[in-house]
């Protein structure tokens, strides 16, 4: 399929239903290691996303995300709307005035937004952060992005989002709320990577 502003629009109010539905999950993982309203942040943050879109949708993908960076930054709160509203951000820059998006260009997005997080939060691999997520993430966007199309880009990235989610269990967290608690902090799943994971896996989706 073609991944035009319209495309890119629909996948981003698929992505709000899929926050808004696992609102209690992240929730309950922030209650765990942090302020417990992550999934409550983010769904506030997408519900006002599809507002938006619905009165209107930007002319260019890159004009979409930049919506969804400037939304997500006035409305999400705690440390996720700063964290995300920098990453669309960045993919916006990075994918710039095109009129359609193909895999090359989606891996590119995608490791902006990556180093945005990584310049904004100054968390690395192992800190029990979403960017143990989004970092591999990001390695196998790029690894099939030579050749492979905008679907096979994003669920590489889906999968290795969800094997990098899951590996922040045992972790001990050194970034954020969640290192406060220290040794305390293992055994838990981070939410930021989790919904970065769910984002991921919900475009992944609606690419195919």
Known sequence: MECTAESVAEALRAVAAVVVEHRDELN?????????????????????????????????????????ATTLISTVGGAAGPLYGTAFLRAATSVGDVASLDGAVVAAALRAAL??????????????????????????????????????????????????????????????????????????????ARSTSLLLRTFAGRAR
């Open 28 to 68: 309950r993982l922030d209650r765990a290691i942090g302020d417990g309203d992550h999934g409550e942040n983010m769904a506030r943050g997408f519900t006002a996303l599809v507002s938006k879109l619905d009165d209107h949708v930007p002319s260019s993908p890159g004009g979409v995300l930049k919506l969804v």
């Open 115 to 192: 180093d945005g997080v990584v310049a904004r939060g100054k968390a690395e691999l192992g800190d029990k952060t979403m960017v143990d997520a989004l970092t591999p993430a990001v390695a196998m966007a790029e690894s099939v992005a030579v050749g492979g199309g905008v679907a096979e880009v994003l669920s590489a990235a889906a999968d290795a989002a969800e094997l990098g989610a899951d590996s922040t269990v045992p972790l001990v967290a050194r970034k954020g709320r969640a290192s406060y608690l220290g040794e305390r902090s293992a055994g838990h799943l981070d939410p930021g």
